[in-house]
């Protein structure tokens, strides 16, 4: 069995002992490279149906291709497609890009806020109508006690320190030093009422990993991630305002793994791109511990 295969069965079999062990679940959907695989792991692991809600939490800074590819497949794959947001803080202009705030108290207003209120059901949460192809306000605000995240270990450092079952208080806080331990595959899955539960089933891949899976199984991407005749493309997704290309002359799935092989970006962060990153001191772990994805 070669490694990727090894890979793909660990996170199935992650998936799958979720969505044994929770009741309400639901499943982020960045619309980057990592939750897309994981999405289309979990079409895997339920044999093309997936049996719980995708999640988005949308800024409305993201880059317009990325709503359009999320809406495409969503319809493409008869997904269960959800989106919240932070009206309030979008009303007030409490953001980055109208210079009231700065990128780390956008990303709590927009990202950390929104999808702690979206979870438990407080903010509005609109879901895709297949009939129609649009949103519609979901009337169900039933909680979700569990939600599945892409996150990998080797992103950046505050990630390398989740387990595949992580819990959080009822407020989505993080205590990095109070997890449960998690060896030879066995995952602790009871905890205690009021535990919201966050499972990371990409933990063991690394972002060579992500696009050999890509190019293997032939996963639709954004083309943002593709140099397309201007020396620059994406390396993470983000919002528009906060996020920066990365000089790469990488035009397809092959020539980014080629690239990642080089090692010529080993010595620049993943995320480098992400101005909020530089101003949390270069890691993420102030964010997560409130909440942040």
């Not at 079952?165 to 009422?193: A, L, M």
Request: aromatic letters at 10%; hydrophobic letters at 30%.
């Amino acid at each position: 069995m070669d490694h990727l295969t090894k890979l793909e069965n660990k996170s199935i079999h992650i998936l799958r002992e979720a969505y044994s062990q929770f009741n309400n679940l639901c499943m982020l959907w960045s619309i980057g490279k990592d939750s897309t695989v994981m999405l289309w792991l979990a079409r895997k692991a339920f044999f093309g149906h997936i049996p719980f809600p995708l999640v988005h939490v949308d800024t409305h800074y993201k880059i317009p291709e990325m709503i359009t590819y999320r809406d495409r497949l969503a319809k493409e794959y008869k997904l269960d497609m959800i989106y919240s947001e932070n009206s309030h803080a979008l009303k007030e202009k409490n953001t980055f890009p109208d210079g009231n705030v700065t990128r780390l108290a956008c990303c709590k207003n927009l990202k950390t806020e929104a999808l702690h209120n979206a979870l438990n059901g407080t903010f509005t949460r609109y879901r895709m109508n297949h009939d129609t192809g649009k949103y519609e306000i979901d009337k169900n605000k039933e909680p979700f006690t569990g939600v599945i995240v892409g996150v990998r270990s080797d992103e950046e450092g505050s990630r390398s320190k989740e387990r595949y079952f992580s819990p959080r208080d009822k407020n989505n806080d993080w205590d990095v030093g109070d997890q449960p331990p998690e060896f030879w595959n066995q995952y602790k899955t009871d905890f205690k009422p009021g535990t919201h539960v966050r499972i990371h089933p990409l933990l063991d891949w690394t972002e060579l990993n992500i696009w050999e899976y890509i190019e293997k199984e032939n996963i639709p991407t954004v083309s943002l991630y593709y140099n397309k005749g201007d020396g620059k493309r994406y390396r993470s997704l983000g919002c528009a305002p906060c996020t920066s290309p990365i000089d790469s002359e990488a035009r397809n799935v092959k020539e980014i793994i080629e690239e990642l092989k080089t090692g010529r970006l080993s010595n620049i962060a993943e995320r480098s791109g992400r101005a909020q990153d530089k101003e949390d001191g270069g890691g993420l772990e102030a964010l997560r511990r409130n909440g942040y994805m």
